[in-house]
T-cell receptor, first 113, second 116 residues
Framework: DTAVSQTPKYLVTQMGNDKSIKCEQN?????MYWYKQDSKKFLKIMFS???????INETVPNRFSPKSPDKAHLNLHINSLELGDSAVYFC????????????FGPGTRLTVL | AQKVTQAQTEISVVEKEDVTLDCVYE???????LFWYKQPPSGELVFLIR??????QNEISGRYSWNFQKSTSSFNFTITASQVVDSAVYFC?????????????FGQGTRLTINP
């Protein structure tokens, strides 16, 4: 009965490849997010979707494209992976886009070689 | 822009000691929320507390307590009688309204090590 789940947990790939990370929440929340945690543990928001609609799009390279097939899922596709993309990516969800608590998934550690 | 500062990068104490993690924030919003999250060595982010900007009452949950002071823009976290299982990175965060939604602005985190 995991609330927010992500797959895969670890992802190791070569530069230039395209990869996807999947996120699912079973909390019935309307809003989902992607955050990036760099090697210094700094967490920064990348995207937010509310009811499948893109709400927040921070200054993220175009190589990153989120996709929300329904409000329970928010996937992250990354094209032409670069060394600097290596990080831990966290998915989160909240009841809606207002000031509600965000609950995080377990994270996906992406390593680009 | 909103900002959260956790000045203590690392703290190391011996088990059973009390320890306080500092958090100072900057915001122009009158309505906002403050959060603490715990990231244990296993890597997940665990929600600990959310505090409304209009509620300055201190909160206690077991060995954990939080002190929110708007006058100093601080939201400090104290662990009483620390245990080895408290070892983790702790993040303070501030909610920021953005583009019709909200995002969390995180501090740099404080790595807490509890030694047996």
């Amino acid at each position: 009965d995991t609330a927010v789940s992500q797959t895969p947990k670890y992802l190791v790939t070569q530069m230039g490849n395209d990869k996807s990370i999947k996120c699912e929440q079973n909390l019935g929340h309307d809003t989902m997010y992607w955050y990036k945690q760099d090697s210094k543990k700094f967490l920064k928001i990348m995207f937010s979707y509310n009811n499948k609609e893109l709400i927040i799009n921070e200054t993220v390279p175009n190589r990153f494209s989120p996709k929300s097939p329904d409000k329970a899922h928010l996937n992250l596709h990354i094209n032409s992976l670069e060394l600097g993309d290596s990080a831990v990516y966290f998915c989160a969800s909240s009841q809606d886009g207002s000031l509600n608590t965000q609950y995080f998934g377990p994270g996906t550690r992406l390593t680009v070689l | 822009a909103q900002k959260v500062t956790q000045a203590q990068t690392e703290i190391s104490v011996v088990e059973k000691e009390d320890v306080t993690l500092d958090c100072v924030y900057e915001t122009r919003d009158t309505t906002y929320y403050l959060f603490w999250y715990k990231q244990p060595p296993s890597g997940e982010l665990v929600f600990l507390i959310r505090r409304n900007s209009f509620d300055e009452q201190n909160e206690i949950s077991g060995r954990y307590s939080w002190n929110f002071q708007k006058s100093t823009s601080s939201f400090n976290f104290t662990i009483t009688a620390s245990q080895v299982v408290d070892s983790a990175v702790y993040f303070c965060a501030l909610s920021e309204a953005a583009q019709g939604a909200q995002k969390l602005v995180f501090g740099q985190g404080t790595r807490l090590t509890i030694n047996p």
